[in-house]
């Protein structure tokens, strides 16, 4: 059974930090395109990071970029977010995925059930 099992949510306050984990089973991780996306009440589901297959090139949001650092952990299956200085426009359901192409796009192959994160002011 393929599962992508996101954790790492809830309430933080602004400034503050977080790491989202997202572990992975029933595929073969290392051969997928991996990242984030995320979705605040009311707006469309934007791009956040991932990581590429085919270099391990990292990619992020203009939004993020500073801010946050994607990992993974190919021995442990496992995708990372780590999320400093947040913002309560950071605020959203962030969902990992994974797409078996060199690229993550929205049509990934496999995605997470979501995780809050709510950021406080």
């Known amino acids: 059974e393929v599962q992508l099992q996101a954790s790492g949510g809830g309430l933080v306050q602004a400034g503050g930090s977080t790491r989202l984990s997202c572990a992975a089973s029933?595929?073969?991780?290392?051969?997928?395109?991996i990242g984030w996306f995320r979705q605040a009440p009311g707006k469309e589901r934007e791009g956040v990071a991932c990581?590429?297959?085919?270099?391990?090139?990292?990619h992020y949001a203009d939004s993020v970029k500073g801010r946050f650092t994607i990992s993974r952990d190919n021995a442990k299956n496992t995708l990372y977010l780590q999320m400093n200085s947040l913002k309560p426009e950071d605020t959203a359901v962030y969902y990992c995925?994974?797409?078996?192409?060199?690229?993550?796009?929205?049509?990934?192959?496999?995605w997470g059930q979501g995780t809050l994160v709510t950021v406080s002011s």
């Open positions: 995925a994974a797409d078996g192409g060199v690229v993550l796009t929205t049509r990934a192959d496999y």
């Open positions: 029933g595929f073969n991780f290392d051969d997928y395109s």
């Open positions: 990581i590429s297959s085919s270099d391990g090139s990292k």
